[in-house]
Every structure is written in C-alpha cells, then in structure tokens.
C-alpha cells in the first residue's frame, strides 16, 4: 500500500506563495525559479574561496551559512554530495519573494548532517536550524543528523534533521517543505523506557521541528502558515514531525496567539518512526492527511522510543486527521491508529484506514472537547498484552485522567467505523467519560477474536449516553451490547474480509447494514471550507470509500460503506 507523489517545481512553489499558501501542485519537472535573487551553489569539490557560483560553488555548510541571505536568493546543494556540519539559514524572503533552498545537478539527492565527530566539537543539535527567519521553501535535499557525540551547550536528549526556532517577539510565516527526505536522526542518549514517563517526555528527537517559546509579556510569537508534503521520513528516534509552542504566560495572549496556526501536514511517507509520526503540540488549525504512516513506535533500532501513534494531539485546536494510512504501530503505551491526548477542542478522525495497531482503535484522553472518529476502518487493533496493565488494548477507550488530576472529555462521537478482528485476542473497552455518541459502527469479531472480553467499564458521570443502531456480529461482549437500545445483529457481508487491503469491507446487496443506521448531527469541522479546510466539509458529505452520504436527509448505513446496490470502488 505504497503512496505514490509528485514532485512539483520551484517555481510553482512560488506562485503558490503569491496565490494561496497551501494549493495543491501537480507538476514533475524542475526548474530553476524565475523570481530575482541571487544563486548560490554548494558543491563537495567547490572552495569556500570562491564567490558561490555554479562554476565556482562553495564548499562547506559553514560558508554559506555565513551568507546573509535576501528575497529570492536561492541556495542550491549539489546533487550525489555529502555535507556534514550546521546549516543555518542566514536571512528571510518575502512572501512574493521566498528563499529557496534546493539541489542542482544528476544522481541522488544531497545530504546535509550535523553529524562532525568529537574532533570537531561533538555532533550538532540539527543538521539545518531556521532562527527567526521565515518564507523559507526547503525542496529535493535529505536531511541526516545521527548524534553519536555530545556537544556544549546541547542536551543529549535532543537532535533534529530540520529546527524551524521562533524565540523572538513576531510571528514567522510561510514555511513549505516538499520533496525533502528525513532519515537517521537520533540523540547521543538512547532510550530507556525503564526511566519512566519523565525521560520519555523529555526525549523531543524529531526529524523536522517547528518550536515556538513560550509567549510572554515582552515577547508575543508563534509559527503560521506551513506545508509539508511529499516528503519521506524514516527511522527517526522518537518523532517524525514535530509541532510545538510553549504556550503563553498567566494573562498574556489569546489561544490562537499562544499557538502555531494553519499547518498542512500531506502526502507524505513515515518508516520506521520510534514514535509518533505527526505530534502537534498547541496547533490552531492542523489538517494532515493522505499520509502513510508505517510503523510508528518502532523499536528495531534499541535507541527508539518503542512506544506512538501515528498521530498524537496535545492542547490543539481545530485538528483534521484524514485519508491516512496508520499501519504496524507498536508500544508499551498509547500506539493506537490516531489517538487524541490531552485537552484537544474539535479533533476530527475521519476517512483513515488503521491496521494492526497494537493499543488499539479509539484513545480519547483526559480534558478534551468535541472528539470525533467517523467512517474509519479499524483492521485487527488493541491486541497488546502488557504485564503491567491487564487491559493495556482496547477497541475503545477514553480516559479522564490528566497531568493534573482528572478531566472527564465532553462530547465524543463514534460513528459509521467498521471496526473488524480476525484473529484470536481480546480487547477492553473502557470509557468514563461526558456526552457520548456511538452509534452506526460495524463490531466484528470472528476466528477466536472477543470484543471487550478483558473488560467492560462505562461511567457516564450524569450526562448523556446514546449508544444505538450498532451492528455486532461474532464475539462481543454481552455488557458491551447491552448499553446499546437499537442492536442489529447479523453478519455485514463484507465483499472480501481477506483481501488484504481496505477495499475489502465493502458491503455486498442484501447486508444488513444497509439503511439501517440513524443521523445524528454532531459538532460542524470550525472553518469548514475556508483557509487550510477549503476542501473539507463541516460535515460528511462521502463514506470512507467515496460514496454519498448525507446525514441531513435519507437513512445512512452502518459502517464506514454507504453503497446501497453492492457498488464496489477499487481505488
């Protein structure tokens, strides 16, 4: 199930800066863009002598960090190279004129690592840092920065491909990243779990950064307006993308200042991650979407983190997760398909295809507001035996707990998810929770498999529970079922259960689940069709396959499939 992308050319980037930040690009050939500034080239047989040509390129990190870049200037890496040391980009463009960063010549692309040896100071926190600067477009390079030697003034636990740092008092904006491969990043200090939730939390290892401090009275920042797609990141330590801001101090900001805003998270390839993929911290308005994402919480590497899930929300705002693929995913703890952490408003799962994730399908953690997971498809999840925590995996679950006691998560809605196991283990199911809605979901457990066979727990705290209209068939429990006042029963008459892939739970003609579900209209996605959501709808206008829906009129399906005759989609 390999995602295929196209690259697009430079100087498509920059229109796409002057047009709209975030349009989608279909080009494939590169071209030198034709927006004035100046050329720099960087080559392995180049002199730092030299003025910086093409025919007379300079040759090391240092030099062209030295460079004071303006807008439009382009810097350009020779292709096949290796460029060991510290990059910093030395300047910002504009929004009509970026300052692209790119490769020139044939052969593969060029790699630049922070990666000096201990003859030479230590290993450097990032291959490439961008402090303070911005409308910045990073396109065809990889990006390396294996840390096995400490460094002053670094922390061992840190090391990143690429920093974006924003530790003055503006905003910075305009950041695309296409085409770039992440790969080999780790900190001098492996990981051990043992050490407990501390060492975890402070192991930050990401393969690309964007890192705003913390707003204070003298000093109001955040990060605004980013793209990254197209890109390929693998075995990284601990995370692949990683989105943060520090938050604001007492009476200073908004919640939207106090965060970074409108990044674009798409098409992109995540191997091999000892985390989690995309981890956004105080974001305000995320969408991340079509990406594959593989693996996640790895530990084939025993400096890895060994514990994720392919997205992993904190304090966020206006977050849409859709169209990925959350494959493989492995840990001690969380490594469900997409989980919601800590006290998120407005997260929506939708239309992603989750597989043999180890936690399970649905995590909502403590303090969050409007959750949603609708129209996944859920494929052998929560099949993790813990030692230390008996029901460890869970088909569903959300949690109250936060860092600072309990907050019970307001208004959750599970909903049309196919959720199918097909093979012999047991899950939990266990919700205390505020206003839940689970309704229209396929449970499907055969072949040895039990849905909340470990355990049932369900705490409504004094508010609204509906749970209806529900397909089971196979091992469920009973406990489960019975909160359910509307069960249908009966086997959905998937078209091919052992296909392999996702087209597989499409219904046939005649299932039972066919216009035997209800409508119940919950929360609209905030900006629905405007910004970085233009293309998305308040509320779901197709299944998971492509089919209509329409939960304003007409009865919708149980499960993720909405076809009506047996209709089969492909791709």
Not at 3 to 14: E, I
Not at 77 to 90: A, E, I, S
Not at 149 to 178: C, K, W
Request: net charge positive; with cysteine.
């Amino acid at each position: 199930m390999k995602t295929l992308h196209k690259r697009v050319p430079p100087f498509l980037l920059f229109l796409n800066l002057l047009l709209f930040f975030g349009s989608e690009l279909k080009a494939k050939t590169t071209e030198i863009p034709f927006v004035s500034g100046k050329e720099y080239f960087v080559s392995a047989e180049g002199n730092d002598s030299h003025e910086g040509s093409k025919e007379r390129p300079f040759k090391s990190l240092a030099k062209i960090s030295e460079v004071k870049l303006k807008p439009g200037d382009k810097v350009f890496f020779k292709r096949g190279d290796r460029f060991d040391g510290h990059f910093v980009v030395n300047g910002s463009g504009s929004r009509k004129k970026p300052i692209l960063i790119s490769s020139f010549g044939e052969g593969t692309k060029p790699i630049l690592t922070g990666e000096v040896g201990a003859k030479n100071g230590g290993d450097y926190q990032e291959a490439i840092l961008i402090k303070n600067n911005d409308n910045i477009i990073l396109e065809g390079i990889e990006v390396q920065n294996n840390r096995l030697t400490s460094r002053a003034g670094v922390r061992d636990q840190d090391a990143y491909g690429i920093y974006v740092l924003n530790n003055g008092n503006r905003t910075l904006e305009n950041f695309i990243f296409r085409d770039v491969t992440v790969k080999n990043v780790y900190a001098p200090l492996p990981v051990l779990k043992e050490k407990g939730e501390k060492a975890f939390n402070n192991l930050e290892v990401a393969g690309i950064r964007f890192f705003s401090t913390r707003n204070t009275k003298n000093s109001i920042k955040n990060i605004r307006n980013a793209i990254i797609e197209n890109c390929h990141l693998s075995n990284v330590q601990r995370l692949g993308i990683h989105i943060k801001h520090g938050g604001g101090s007492n009476g200073v900001g908004t919640e939207k200042i106090n965060a970074n805003v409108d990044f674009i998270v798409r098409n992109n390839e995540f191997h091999n991650t000892g985390g989690t993929c995309v981890l956004p911290i105080r974001t305000y308005n995320c969408l991340i979407e079509n990406n594959l994402f593989n693996r996640p919480g790895d530990n084939s590497d025993p400096r890895m983190a060994n514990r994720g899930s392919a997205v992993w929300t904190w304090r966020c705002v206006n977050t849409v997760i859709q169209y990925n693929q959350c494959l493989h995913i492995r840990g001690y703890l969380d490594s469900h398909g997409v989980h919601i952490d800590h006290e998120n408003k407005n997260t929506f799962v939708q239309y992603n295809y989750m597989e043999d994730c180890e936690g399970g399908f649905v995590e909502i953690l403590g303090g969050n507001t409007n959750s949603v997971y609708r129209f996944n498809v859920s494929v052998n999840d929560g099949w993790r035996e813990n030692p230390n925590w008996k029901t460890s995996n869970h088909t569903l679950w959300i949690n109250e707990v936060v860092p600072q006691g309990k907050h019970r998560s307001d208004g959750n809605y599970i909903y049309n998810n196919t959720v199918v196991m097909n093979r012999p283990y047991a899950t939990s199911i266990d919700m205390d929770h505020k206003n839940t809605y689970i309704f229209n979901n396929i449970f499907y457990a055969v072949e040895g498999a039990n849905i909340g066979q470990k355990q049932v727990v369900i705490k409504n705290n004094e508010s609204e529970f509906v749970m209806k209209n529900n397909l089971y068939f196979g091992s469920i429990a009973k406990k489960f079922k019975d909160f359910d006042t509307h069960q249908v029963l009966g086997n959905p008459k998937f078209n091919s259960e052992n296909s392999g892939d996702k087209f597989g739970y499409q219904l046939l003609k005649g299932s039972p689940a066919i216009d035997a579900g209800i409508t119940i209209l919950g929360p609209p996605i905030p900006g629905a069709g405007k910004g970085i959501f233009k293309d998305v709808t308040a509320y779901p206008k197709v299944d998971f396959y492509g089919n209509p829906v329409d939960f304003s009129k007409g009865i919708p399906n149980i499960g993720a499939c909405n076809a009506k005759e047996g209709e089969l989609k492909t791709k």
